[in-house]
């Protein structure tokens, strides 16, 4: 069976301070992979998706980044938070294909004070 | 654009009342869309709860179903008779787009009273 693991459960981070948040998925080999963002009281909206490891697509500009370094990892990072990146982040993958269902993590609480 | 519009939460019903929670949709770029609803459970992570990919078609699971209505572009999720444990956050969805993209409604927060 397939997991999904996040980390960390929970941020509290200040203003213009480094973030990075991680990813993995065990069990599946060659997901595709998302990272989605949900604003408190907010849409939930994708942010990134990668196909294959080092290959990393943006969907919605929010100052953040993302990697793939291993089939099985997704990282979302950025060198300065802003009040704005507050809310919950989702990973999830897929087995690709156009009817192919995503299947989420547990997510990530950022609170940036 | 792609969107999607739902019943906006929190939706309080008894125990073994029926439940709607309306969701419509728009489908600009996604020529064949795939409708979904998603639930996220106290304490839990969002996980599929049904999901369409022909219009005309219905799904069903946990006693819940949607039908895929292509001429009202809706898909409301129903029940006949809600538990308490159906207490959770609903969402709408559709997609994917030619970015692999899922377009999420707000979410509609049930609350099931005993």
């Known amino acids: 069976a397939q997991t999904i693991h996040q980390w960390p459960v929970a941020e509290i981070k200040a203003v213009g301070s480094p973030l990075s948040l991680g990813c993995t998925i065990k069990?599946?080999?060659?997901?595709?992979l998302y990272w989605y963002w949900q604003a408190t009281g907010g849409t939930l909206q994708q942010l990134f998706y990668?196909?294959?490891?080092?290959?990393v697509e943006s969907v919605v500009q929010l100052n953040l980044s993302a990697s793939r370094p291993k089939d099985d990892q997704f990282i979302l990072s950025t060198e300065k938070l802003l009040l704005s990146h507050s809310g919950f982040y989702l990973c999830?993958?897929?087995?690709?294909?156009?009817?192919?269902?995503?299947?989420f993590g547990p997510g990530t609480r950022l609170t940036v004070l | 654009g792609d969107s999607v519009t739902q019943t906006e939460g929190p939706v309080t019903v008894s125990e073994s009342e029926s439940l709607i929670i309306n969701c419509t949709y728009s489908?600009?770029?996604?020529?064949?869309?795939?409708l979904f609803w998603y639930v996220r459970y106290p304490g839990e992570g969002l996980q599929l709860l049904l999901k369409?990919?022909?219009?005309?078609q219905k799904g069903s699971s946990r006693g819940f179903e949607a039908t895929y209505n292509k001429e009202t572009t809706s898909f409301h999720l129903q029940k006949a008779s809600v538990q308490e444990s159906d207490s959770a956050v609903y969402y709408c969805?559709?997609?994917?787009?030619?970015?692999?993209?899922?377009?999420f409604g707000d979410g509609t927060q049930l609350v099931v009273k005993p």
């Open positions: 990668s196909i294959t490891v080092g290959q």
């Open positions: 999830a993958w897929s087995s690709g294909g156009i009817n192919a269902e995503q299947f």
């Open positions: 969805a559709l997609g994917p787009d030619s970015n692999n993209r899922i377009f």
């Open positions: 489908a600009t770029s996604i020529a064949y869309p795939n």
């Open positions: 369409v990919i022909t219009a005309g």
């Open positions: 069990g599946k080999s060659s997901p595709n």
